[in-house]
């Protein structure tokens, strides 16, 4: 892989988001991750600023000095799984929507995939049902399952097209169901789950028009099986496995987490980079628990089946997609093949 150094010290890129989406978004403090070690990607560093604008011959220069990443990832396929914090705070969710547009307009082909879970909660609330969970999964049974739909296709991916559409790219919603995009299965255990699913088979070919002509697919985490029911599929499980199908150069799990840590109570302890070697070495040894273990499976599982690399990134932090993408230090952890 073609490296690019430089002598001179990381500059910090800053960029402006569009008017629809200013309102979102508060001033905020600069941020920087420590670089990864052992990984030479490409030498620049980003300090995302919204405001006060730099001035047009230091835009000039960090545009110059971004052309190798643009070089890098432009054509390529990026799947991002959208969750978190960065789901519930407007700030957070107007540095996503912005980044996308930003990665879209310099010819990366960026796809969304999406879960809900906090708008879920809020609804069935607001209609007397109790949410229950089992081992970190949703209980849904056939009045949960149409309102997790009802959530999920109608509501929160027809707010996100709108976002990204008034930030100036053009999305398109879609659904496991659409085209035949996703085939689900119940999961092993659907006697005390309920109509939860995974993914049993991937037809990318209603996808693959949308994005050669620039579209954004923004995905919903739902989908039928083979006679028609529709099934609650954790949206982690279905941007790996669409990453897979697609090819993708890179898969991006946004989390409420710094990514991966040496040691579970240090958080100065990140691992900026592993193998899957190395990863499930941790996972055996413990250091690798609880909720972190189905995040890191489902980017073992993509990096197996040809995806480049699989990163869990801090999604509580703004413009973590450029950290990640357009930077040397990254934004969490980066998994390798």
Known sequence: MATVTTNAPPKSFSFSVSTPLKHLITKSPSLCFPPRKNHQRLGLSINAVVSPPPSPDYRVEILSESLPFIQKFRGKTIVVKYGGAAMTSPELKASVVSDLVLLACVGLRPILVH???PDINRYLK???IPAEFRDGLRVTDATTMEIVSMVLVGKVNKNLVSLINAAGAT???LSGHDGRLLTARPVP???QLGFVGEVARVDPDVL???V???YIPVIASVAADEAGQAYNINADTVAGELAAALGAEKLILLTDVAGILED?????SLVKEIDIKGVKEMIEDGKVAGG???KVKCCIRSLAQGVKTASIIDGRRQHSLLHEIMSDEGAGTMITG
């Open 115 to 117: 879960g809900g879970g």
């Open 126 to 128: 607001q209609l007397n």
């Open 171 to 173: 999305a398109v919603g």
């Open 189 to 191: 255990n659907s006697a």
């Open 208 to 210: 693959r028009p949308l």
């Open 212 to 214: 050669d002509c620039g």
């Open 264 to 268: 579970k109570d240090d958080p100065g």
């Open 292 to 294: 972190m273990i189905p």
